[in-house]
């Protein structure tokens, strides 16, 4: 036990360092990501799966992130791995709630009109993950306009880098958040070898454990 204890103390002062090399020693199943997911919602008397009604009856679903650690960043054998990946622990002290999917035509418009630099006529699949827009685009004319339709006590904002990884993770290591594989790719999201080079609907592919979609 007090080997256990020291091993666990090592390895998190390495990754608070950045001189950690490996990452899987804080991984979980996708059957603990969800108790753990389950145990947030209940401990702060709050549901999972969350819906919004945004104007015109258009639905924003948003997911209960529990609160953990992680090691953010990638292992340095990992293919097609930044250069500043390093490894390091960051542990999120409180749940907080994200979007399932990315926002879509639909959203966007909903609530903020037609996007900056779109033509006003909408297109003709408004389930699309709504497109060419900037940082600024969202802070100043979407985020506003969406904490209106806020219930009390919430705000929106944009996630965090390490909150968006620890939810796009969902307690796994891998390149991937259902594997390591290209296959595992496939699932989870679509890229350039099997999109046709054409934008999809949001929430086609398979979630992760935590029930996030198109999260690559």
Same mark, same amino acid.
């Given at each position: 036990? *007090? ?32 108790? #753990?997911? %389950? ?13 919004? %009604?945004? $104007? ?25 791995? +930044? ?6 622990? !960051?542990?999120?002290? #409180? ?6 999917? %990315?926002?879509? %035509?639909?959203?966007?418009?909903? !609530?903020? +009109? $037609? $996007? ?11 389930? #699309? ?6 940082? *600024? ?29 620890? *939810?796009?993770?969902? @307690? ?6 259902? @594997? ?37």
């Amino acid at each position: 036990r *007090a080997a256990e204890v020291m091993t666990a103390k090592a390895q998190q002062d390495l990754a608070r360092t950045g001189m950690l090399l490996d990452n899987s020693w804080w991984t979980f199943d996708a059957n603990k990501a969800r108790e #753990r997911q %389950e145990a947030a919602a209940k401990e702060n008397g709050l549901p999972v799966l969350q819906t919004i %009604e945004l $104007p015109g009856k258009v639905e924003l679903k948003l997911v209960l992130v529990p609160p953990g650690a992680f090691v953010m960043g990638s292992a340095s054998d990992e293919p097609k791995r +930044g250069g500043l990946e390093y490894l390091h622990l !960051v542990e999120l002290s #409180r749940p907080i709630y994200l979007g399932q999917c %990315e926002v879509t %035509e639909a959203q966007w418009r909903a !609530v903020a +009109g $037609p $996007p900056p630099g779109a033509p006003k006529e909408a297109p003709a699949d408004l389930q #699309r993950p709504v497109m060419d827009v900037s940082w *600024a685009d969202v802070q100043e004319a979407f985020l506003p306009k969406l904490n209106a339709c806020a219930p009390e006590g919430y705000a929106f904002r944009l996630p965090t880098e390490a909150e968006w990884e620890y *939810a796009c993770r969902a @307690g796994t290591a891998t390149g991937y958040n259902l @594997g390591k594989e290209r296959a595992d790719l496939d699932k989870a999201a679509w890229h350039l070898f099997n999109s046709e080079r054409r934008v999809h609907p949001v929430g086609q592919k398979a979630p992760n454990a935590w029930g996030f979609l198109d999260m690559h």
